[in-house]
């Protein structure tokens, strides 16, 4: 006999008899139902209150993610490098801040900016001034546009004064340079403001305690508490009543190729002096030079710088680049 | 599941129940644990009645269901599973040899490798073929009939001298 016949009748004759010991009753089908509807609502409650936590999850994921992952988020003041300038509506919101957009410069140019200064100013001495927030000693920083920004900035001593040197140079586009050049008064403004700046920390550098000297910060800073609002809101009633009428700078040059502007922005008991230079070829350059004094020259002390020789060391400074 | 399904499910299930308790009671040897393996894949039959009945394959589904759930019960940890009555219910007396014969199957099935008893039970109680027995348990024809050959061969070996033996040379 085949093994597989043998199986099949051990089988069909072991399960064929009375089945004594076989449960009478067979499972109610109603009760299998009801399991099987508890189950079911059972399981999909579970399914639902998973589904709720993970959408909390995933929704907490995107709302919060970028910002844990230093992507920078909706808002224009939490915004990172290389972001600032596309979250910052232009002429809505303050400027970023630079050491949040800029680098600083892997191989900063090295000039010797005493030098360039001392040769077109007979009789200067210069002292560096550090500048708190720079990252390098050459204050030389990479713009997101990819121009390189270097400010460098010099005591000019007797009399009490600093010079500002200010490059920007490479990139697409040259924003300061167009802006300065366009010779609107906001440009001559900026200077002024810069110059005003430039005095007060000149003097606060130098601690000068006389009266003349502390009488004089106090009209700075008054100056400056005038001036700083009028950039935002130049048409309000009240400033218009004090608004003072702008310099107006005097170029040189043609503006295809290189234009020197020089502009007074001296005011009160301060001397200054703004010169720029736009340049479009072979490099697209711009260099502001701001000169300040706190007071004119008395006898034995040295002339404020003049227009003339701002203008020269701007010419030197670009002949680097 | 709507009443139409419902019906549907209810007629299949009183038609098959009692076919699936025996052949679950093969796989185990067990009526208590075979009444539980039935009504566990009656359960997840009527949770997916619809699925199965768009296939056309209720058959070959529950049937899978009940070999996976009698050896997924096997697989428990010990105190995982039921434990029996110490005393069991009475029950009437035998009334005929068939009963010993069950009794030395079973004993000879429980002695088996459980795939190797799946293999046997559903070859030569539920007459399936090899695919249909591969595709039920999950393996291939090759394995299904390397273990119906070894199950043959014990399961010969086991009942030589039982009366399933003397019956089938008489």
Same mark, same amino acid.
Not at chain 1, 40 to 47: A, E, F, K
Not at chain 1, 152 to 181: E, F, H, M, W
Not at chain 2, 151 to 162: C, H
């Given at each position: 006999?085949?093994?597989?016949?043998?199986? $099949?009748?051990a089988?069909?004759?072991?399960?064929?008899s009375?089945?004594?010991?076989?449960?009478?009753?067979?499972?109610?089908?109603?009760?299998?139902?009801?399991?099987? &509807? $508890?189950?079911?609502r059972t399981?999909?409650?579970? %399914?639902?209150?998973?589904?709720?936590?993970?959408?909390?999850?995933?929704?907490?994921?995107?709302?919060?993610?970028?910002?844990?992952?230093?992507?920078?988020?909706?808002?224009?003041?939490?915004?990172?490098?290389?972001?600032?300038?596309?979250t910052?509506?232009?002429?809505?919101?303050?400027?970023?801040?630079?050491?949040? +957009?800029?680098?600083?410069?892997?191989?900063?140019?090295?000039?010797?900016?005493?030098?360039?200064?001392?040769?077109?100013?007979?009789?200067i &001495?210069?002292? /560096?001034v550090?500048?708190?927030?720079a990252?390098?000693?050459?204050?030389? %920083?990479?713009?997101?546009?990819g121009?390189?920004n270097?400010?460098?900035? %010099?005591?000019?001593?007797?009399?009490?004064?600093l010079?500002?040197?200010?490059?920007?140079?490479?990139?697409?586009?040259?924003?300061?340079g167009?802006?300065?050049?366009?010779?609107?008064?906001n440009?001559?403004?900026?200077?002024?403001? $810069?110059?005003?700046?430039?005095?007060?920390a000149?003097?606060?550098?130098?601690?000068?305690?006389?009266?003349?000297?502390a009488?004089?910060?106090?009209?700075?800073?008054?100056?400056?508490?005038?001036?700083?609002?009028?950039?935002?809101?130049?048409?309000?009633?009240?400033?218009?009543?004090v608004?003072?009428?702008?310099?107006? /700078?005097?170029?040189?040059?043609?503006?295809?190729?290189? +234009?020197i502007?020089?502009?007074?922005?001296g005011?009160?008991?301060y001397?200054?002096?703004?010169?720029?230079?736009?340049?479009?070829t072979?490099?697209?350059?711009? +260099?502001?030079?701001?000169?300040?004094?706190?007071?004119?020259?008395? /006898?034995?002390?040295?002339?404020?710088?003049?227009?003339?020789?701002?203008?020269?060391i701007?010419?030197?400074?670009?002949?680097?680049f | 599941?709507?009443?139409?399904?419902?019906a549907?499910?209810?007629?299949f299930?009183?038609s098959?129940?009692?076919?699936?308790?025996r052949?679950?009671y093969?796989? !185990?040897?067990?009526?208590?644990h075979?009444?539980?393996v039935?009504?566990?894949?009656?359960?997840?039959?009527?949770?997916n009645?619809?699925?199965?009945?768009?296939?056309?394959r209720?058959?070959?589904?529950v049937?899978?269901?009940?070999v996976?759930?009698?050896?997924?019960?096997?697989?428990?940890?010990w105190?995982?599973?039921?434990?029996?009555?110490?005393?069991?219910?009475?029950?009437?007396?035998?009334v005929?040899?068939h009963?010993?014969?069950?009794l030395?199957?079973?004993?000879?099935?429980?002695?088996?490798?459980?795939?190797?008893?799946?293999?046997?039970?559903?070859r030569?109680?539920?007459?399936?073929?090899?695919?249909?027995?591969?595709?039920?348990?999950g !393996?291939?024809?090759?394995?299904?009939?390397?273990?119906?050959?070894?199950?043959?061969?014990?399961?010969?070996?086991?009942?030589?001298?039982?009366?399933?033996?003397?019956?089938r040379?008489?």
């Amino acid at each position: 006999m085949k093994d597989e016949d043998f199986a $099949r009748n051990a089988f069909r004759h072991a399960m064929e008899s009375s089945f004594a010991g076989e449960p009478t009753g067979l499972p109610s089908l109603d009760d299998i139902a009801a399991r099987a &509807r $508890r189950g079911n609502r059972t399981r999909q409650g579970v %399914y639902a209150a998973s589904a709720v936590a993970l959408a909390g999850v995933v929704t907490a994921g995107v709302v919060a993610g970028p910002s844990a992952l230093g992507l920078g988020s909706g808002s224009p003041d939490s915004s990172t490098a290389g972001q600032a300038g596309d979250t910052t509506p232009a002429g809505t919101g303050t400027p970023p801040d630079k050491a949040k +957009v800029a680098t600083a410069c892997p191989t900063p140019p090295q000039i010797d900016w005493a030098a360039i200064i001392s040769q077109q100013v007979a009789g200067i &001495r210069v002292t /560096p001034v550090s500048k708190g927030s720079a990252p390098d000693q050459n204050n030389c %920083y990479l713009m997101p546009d990819g121009s390189m920004n270097i400010e460098v900035l %010099y005591d000019t001593g007797n009399p009490t004064g600093l010079i500002q040197i200010d490059v920007n140079t490479g990139g697409s586009k040259n924003t300061r340079g167009s802006a300065s050049a366009s010779k609107t008064p906001n440009a001559s403004k900026e200077a002024s403001l $810069r110059a005003l700046k430039l005095t007060l920390a000149s003097e606060q550098a130098t601690a000068k305690s006389s009266d003349d000297t502390a009488a004089q910060k106090q009209a700075l800073k008054s100056q400056l508490a005038t001036e700083k609002p009028t950039g935002a809101a130049t048409n309000s009633p009240a400033n218009t009543a004090v608004k003072t009428p702008e310099p107006t /700078p005097t170029c040189t040059g043609a503006k295809e190729t290189q +234009v020197i502007c020089t502009v007074d922005v001296g005011k009160g008991g301060y001397v200054g002096m703004s010169a720029t230079l736009t340049r479009t070829t072979p490099t697209p350059l711009f +260099v502001e030079i701001v000169g300040s004094t706190s007071a004119p020259a008395t /006898p034995g002390q040295r002339a404020p710088l003049t227009s003339a020789q701002l203008s020269a060391i701007a010419q030197a400074v670009a002949a680097h680049f | 599941m709507n009443a139409e399904d419902e019906a549907d499910f209810r007629s299949f299930a009183a038609s098959r129940m009692r076919d699936l308790r025996r052949t679950a009671y093969l796989l !185990c040897g067990d009526w208590h644990h075979a009444d539980d393996v039935t009504q566990t894949v009656l359960t997840k039959l009527y949770t997916n009645w619809n699925k199965v009945q768009e296939r056309g394959r209720v058959d070959s589904y529950v049937r899978t269901m009940l070999v996976r759930a009698t050896f997924e019960r096997r697989r428990r940890f010990w105190w995982r599973r039921e434990l029996g009555s110490a005393q069991p219910p009475e029950t009437p007396a035998e009334v005929d040899n068939h009963v010993e014969d069950r009794l030395v199957l079973l004993e000879a099935l429980g002695k088996m490798p459980p795939r190797q008893r799946a293999v046997l039970v559903l070859r030569f109680w539920e007459d399936l073929d090899v695919a249909e027995t591969a595709a039920t348990l999950g !393996c291939s024809e090759g394995t299904v009939k390397s273990q119906t050959a070894r199950g043959l061969t014990n399961l010969r070996a086991l009942l030589t001298d039982s009366h399933l033996m003397e019956g089938r040379s008489s």
